[in-house]
């Protein structure tokens, strides 16, 4: 009994648009988490960091986790989701869709930091809210950069699966019954 490959495989037009809109929503990630900085050119944290700016990340990062969360349960309600490679990308943007919504909420706990630092002037609690501010960014970067790498791999995978079907194509073409020899002239005599 042969297996039936074809019920196995995502529509090439799919996986294509699949393939593009992962990859613009890793690039915007993976931006993000290159271009947002909390230090300075010198490698210091700011004497008086931008709470606001740190919030506007932060309503940035929930934006890109929405999206992300908008394409996993796009797939997930799609028929694809079933297939072999489907149920591997839906994990891949499982884990996207949850990384990325750990980004926003440690933006927000930085914001919050750099708002008490700027209250502050105990020495002993400004060497702390800034160390804890500095960890809180770099992890929202971090989870930006992770969820981008899920992405990757979600694309990745597809990628692949349209690279199977380009070699099925090639061996159901090669083994095809030959064609049928044209009908000799004359015909059949009886």
Not at 40 to 68: F, I, K, M, W, Y
Not at 131 to 150: G, H, K, P, Q
Request: aromatic content about 4%; proline content about 7%; charged content about 25%.
């Amino acid at each position: 009994m042969k297996p039936d490959f074809q019920r196995d495989l995502i529509p090439r037009d799919d996986a294509l648009h699949l393939i593009g809109a992962l990859n613009a929503m890793k690039d915007k990630l993976h931006d993000a988490a290159q271009q947002w900085e909390l230090l300075d050119e010198n490698g210091h944290v700011p004497a008086a960091p931008s709470c606001t700016a740190l919030l506007q990340h932060a309503s940035d990062a929930q934006n890109l986790s929405r999206d992300v969360l908008r394409l996993t349960a796009d797939f997930a309600r799609s028929p694809h989701r079933t297939t072999r490679t489907g149920s591997t990308v839906l994990k891949h943007l499982a884990t996207a869709a949850t990384m990325s919504s750990h980004a926003a909420p440690h933006f927000t706990e930085s914001a919050e930091c750099a708002l008490a630092l700027s209250q502050s002037t105990n020495p002993t609690d400004r060497h702390y809210l800034t160390n804890r501010m500095v960890i809180d960014y770099a992890s929202a970067r971090a989870f930006l950069r992770r969820t981008s790498e899920s992405l990757r791999d979600a694309a990745k995978e597809l990628d692949e699966h349209l690279g199977f079907q380009r070699f099925l194509s090639t061996l159901t073409r090669r083994e095809s019954p030959p064609p049928l020899p044209p009908p000799r002239p004359g015909g059949l005599h009886r």
